[in-house]
């Protein structure tokens, strides 16, 4: 059974850094093609970071310079370190992965690509 289980969220004041990590179950994540979304009360899920199977990542706008996504093969994890955290970024954060098909780098980012879901973990800045 395929399952992604996401840690390391929690509260931090505007300007820290955490880093959340998403467990990989039941698969190998060496196809790369898996993703970091995020949900804030009353607003749509949106995709902070994605990274696709030649290795390229992709951003969003908004977090592009603060936010690393990667991939540690060996420990079949996915990680997304936060710096320069800002109040705006609290939200669920959701990882995801695209198993028995490719993600395009264009698309990378949109939730429906994804066919596999944690269940999230929080974080929450502080001003």
């Known amino acids: 059974q395929v399952q992604l289980v996401e840690s390391g969220g929690g509260s931090v004041q505007a300007g820290g850094s955490l880093r959340i990590s998403c467990a990989a179950s039941?698969?190998?994540?060496?196809?790369?093609?898996m993703g970091w979304f995020r949900q804030a009360p009353g607003k749509e899920c949106e995709g902070v970071a994605a990274?696709?199977?030649?290795?390229?990542?992709k951003y969003a706008d908004s977090v592009k310079g603060r936010f690393t996504i990667s991939l540690d093969n060996a420990k079949n994890t996915l990680y997304l370190q936060m710096n320069s955290l800002k109040p705006e970024d609290t939200a669920m954060y959701y990882c995801?992965?695209?198993?028995?098909?490719?993600?395009?780098?264009?698309?990378?980012?949109?939730?429906?690509?994804?066919?596999?879901w944690g269940q999230g973990t929080q974080v929450a800045v502080s001003s």
């Open positions: 039941g698969y190998t994540v060496t196809s790369n093609n």
């Open positions: 990274i696709v199977a030649d290795g390229s990542t």
């Open positions: 995801a992965a695209a198993i028995g098909y490719g993600v395009p780098w264009y698309g990378a980012l949109s939730n429906n690509r994804y066919n596999i």
